[in-house]
C-alpha cells in the first residue's frame, strides 16, 4: 500500500515539472534592445543648422563609417558611387570621352570606311590623320593598312605620329605590307629609311623591321644590319642585332659585340661570292 503511495506521489511531481517544463519555453523571450550612442546636439550640430540624426547621417555618408553593434563585425568594402558602381578615377572618365568623341567622329564616314573600293577606304581614312584624338587616328591607320597600295602612302607617313600607340599601329601594319613587295631594292630602301624610326620607338617596335626582312636574301639583310648597327647604343636594341647577324651570317663562333659586325658581314660576303662563282663554273662546263 505504501509502495503504490510513493509511486503515484512520483508520478504526479513527474507530470507537475513536464507541465512547467511545457509553460515555461511557450514563454517569448524578452525582446533586446540595441542602444546606438548619438552624439548631443551641441556635440555635432554646434550651429544649430541641422538635427542630431541628420548630422550622424551626414557623418556616415561623408566618411563611409558606420555605426557599430557590440559583439557584430565591421562593415567593411570598396566604397561606391550613389548606384552602387566602382567610383570611376579621371583617367577612366578621360579615356570614356576620348571614346566617345571618336565614335561621333568616326560615324559619317562609317559607309565609306567599309566601302568594297579600296580609294574610297583610303580618301575616307585620309580626312581621319590630323584629328587630335589619337583614338580617330588609330581608326585611320587601320583604313589605311586596309587600303593596302591606295592606303601605303599615307600609311608611311603615320609612322611618324606623336602618339607612340599609334606610331606602333602604324609600323606594325606597314612592315606587313612592306614584307609582301616582290622586289628586293625597294623593301631594302622602305627599310633602310624606316630602320631608324622604328629604333627610336624601342625593341618591340623593331622587332617589325626585323620581321619584315625575313624573306630577304642574306646579303641584303646584313647590309641593312650593318647600317642599322651604327645608329643605335640602346643594348636591347644592340642584342637584336647582333642575334639577327648571328642568324643571318652563321658564323663558326657566334658574334657578341658590334664590333664583330663589319668583320663577320664581310667575310660572308666573300664566301658567298665564291660559292657563286664555284655555281657558275660549273655550270660552264
Not at 108 to 131: R, T, W, Y
Not at 247 to 273: G, V
Amino acid at each position: 500500500m505504501r509502495l503504490r503511495n510513493r509511486v503515484t506521489v512520483w508520478i504526479v511531481l513527474g507530470l507537475a515539472v513536464a507541465v512547467g517544463a511545457a509553460l515555461w519555453l511557450r514563454k517569448e523571450p524578452k525582446p533586446i534592445s540595441i542602444e546606438v550612442d548619438i552624439p548631443e546636439e551641441d556635440e555635432c550640430c554646434p550651429d544649430d543648422d541641422a538635427c542630431t540624426m541628420n548630422a550622424l547621417q551626414a557623418h556616415t555618408h561623408t566618411t563611409g563609417d558606420v555605426p557599430q553593434v557590440a559583439g557584430t563585425v565591421p562593415i567593411t568594402g570598396t566604397r561606391t558611387n550613389s548606384v552602387g558602381a566602382p567610383a570611376t578615377s579621371p583617367a577612366d572618365e578621360a579615356e570614356a570621352a576620348a571614346e566617345a568623341e571618336a565614335r561621333k567622329v568616326i560615324a559619317p564616314l562609317q559607309e565609306d570606311l567599309d566601302s568594297g573600293d579600296l580609294k574610297v577606304v583610303a580618301a575616307a581614312a585620309q580626312k581621319l590623320m590630323g584629328h587630335a584624338n589619337a583614338k580617330v587616328r588609330l581608326q585611320a591607320v587601320e583604313s589605311l593598312a586596309w587600303a593596302e597600295s591606295d592606303g601605303f602612302a599615307d600609311l608611311s607617313k603615320m609612322l611618324l605620329d606623336n602618339d607612340a600607340d599609334v606610331a606602333q599601329a602604324a609600323l606594325e601594319a606597314w612592315a606587313l605590307q612592306v614584307q609582301g613587295f616582290e622586289s628586293t631594292q625597294t623593301k631594302a630602301k622602305l627599310l633602310a629609311e624606316v630602320g631608324p624610326v622604328a629604333m627610336g620607338l624601342g625593341s618591340d617596335a623593331f622587332q617589325n623591321v626585323l620581321d619584315a626582312m625575313f624573306d630577304m636574301p642574306d646579303a641584303d639583310a646584313l647590309k641593312l644590319l650593318q647600317g642599322y648597327s651604327a645608329q643605335t647604343e640602346s643594348p636591347e636594341l644592340i642584342e637584336k642585332i647582333i642575334d639577327a647577324v648571328n642568324n643571318r651570317a652563321m658564323p663558326d663562333t657566334p658574334i657578341e659585340s658590334l664590333a664583330d659586325i663589319p668583320k663577320t658581314i664581310e667575310a660572308f660576303l666573300k664566301n658567298a661570292a665564291l660559292e657563286a662563282a664555284e655555281e657558275a663554273a660549273g655550270e660552264n662546263k
